[in-house]
């Protein structure tokens, strides 16, 4: 029972390290196929914008939508305004006619496109959330708005609402997020965003490919600490690992004591005795693993059912060997003092121990 025990304490803490290892990189990697999913080959954003979007962030004029639209090589631009609510959660402004030229079309599950300014479509994992339906009321940014449609997730943004009711709630009248802009050949990516930086009025701006917008917002997440916020997380599941391991190995050698002198008294070398009490504990730290991988398969389980829009997690097989190798060295160090300590006791006195 004392192992089971162990085992169980060991694999809380390696849940703990996957689930949030898989959160952070799930959630990137849905914001980035959101960006994708826009159908855009290159993202325009005033000088200061960043990759994560603020509040603060809606500074390009509106007019340059058709302006750019007009540019060589682009077939389509689409103006957005982004407030974020969730994390990285987004509600996105748009005209619906841009959103179609630029994706090719959403997809409606449910309702229909935008028939007022207080109108607003969600997609299918936003709705499942909140438990929302076509016809319904939700509020949102301290507005009520009338659901008129739901779409299959994976463009933009979980929310979309009128461009002009946003940038009226923000106080940003006539000013964007971003703007994505279609080619007719992806191939011509480069060489279109070293013309639109020669443009007069356009070399201050953020013009960003797809493949290097979605690269600045993994660097730019990593850079607001959630990579610090992993390693002390993972340096107390080490901890937990070590105190687990050796508060239980110290209770099994003094459970053992008797059993210890005999062996020592057949022969048994100091190594023998540690590489048991060692072997013991790797395999409550493999046996701990085991438990937290499942429990993390668990844990994606639950948020994919109660929060499917606002946190996604992924499994992520690469950090398996790594909570491994983490939860191996703190039994191992959690091992050595009662592993030491049993293989120093003198056969003579552990058999004449009570």
């Not at 305004?81 to 996105?92: G, K, Q, Y």
């Not at 398996?320 to 091992?335: D, E, I, M, S």
Request: with cysteine; hydrophobic share 50%; net charge negative.
């Amino acid at each position: 029972m004392r192992s089971l025990l162990s085992v169980l304490l060991i694999g809380v803490p390696v849940t703990l390290i996957l689930t949030l290892v898989g959160l952070s990189h799930g959630m990137i990697q849905d914001s980035q196929r959101r960006q994708r999913g826009s159908g855009a080959d290159i993202v325009v954003r005033a000088p200061n914008a960043k990759a994560v979007l603020n509040q603060s962030a809606a500074a390009l004029p509106e007019a340059f939508v058709p302006r750019l639209a007009q540019e060589p090589n682009v077939v389509a631009a689409m103006g957005v305004v982004s407030h974020p609510i969730e994390v990285i959660l987004m509600v996105n402004g748009v005209n619906l006619d841009e959103v179609n030229r630029m994706t090719g079309g959403l997809h409606y599950l449910a309702g229909g496109k935008f028939s007022g300014p207080d109108d607003v479509i969600l997609d299918q994992y936003y709705a499942e959330q909140k438990k929302k339906h076509v016809g319904d009321t939700i509020e949102i940014i301290n507005h009520p708005w009338h659901i008129c449609g739901i779409v299959e997730g994976g463009v933009l943004s979980h929310i979309l609402v009128p461009l002009k009711t946003l940038q009226e709630l923000d106080a940003e009248s006539n000013k964007l997020s971003q703007i994505y802009l279609r080619l007719d050949n992806p191939a011509n990516t480069d060489a279109v965003i070293s013309h639109l930086k020669s443009e007069p009025g356009l070399a201050d701006y953020n013009i960003w490919s797809m493949q290097e917008l979605t690269s600045q917002i993994q660097e730019s997440v990593n850079n607001q600490g959630l990579s610090a916020f992993v390693v002390v997380i993972m340096s107390i599941g080490v901890v937990i690992g070590f105190a687990v391991v050796c508060l239980s190995m110290y209770m099994a050698v003094l459970q053992r004591t008797r059993e210890i002198g005999i062996l020592k008294s057949l022969g048994g070398s100091r190594t023998f005795i540690l590489r048991i009490i060692l072997t013991e504990a790797w395999i409550m730290g493999i046996g701990g693993t085991i438990l937290g991988i499942a429990l993390s398969f668990a844990a994606r389980t639950a948020i994919q059912s109660f929060q499917p829009a606002s946190f996604q997690m992924d499994i992520v097989l690469p950090w398996w060997p790594r909570v491994l190798a983490l939860t191996l060295v703190a039994a191992t160090l959690g091992a050595l003092y009662p592993g030491l300590n049993a293989a120093a006791h003198d056969p003579i006195e552990a058999l004449a121990y009570e």
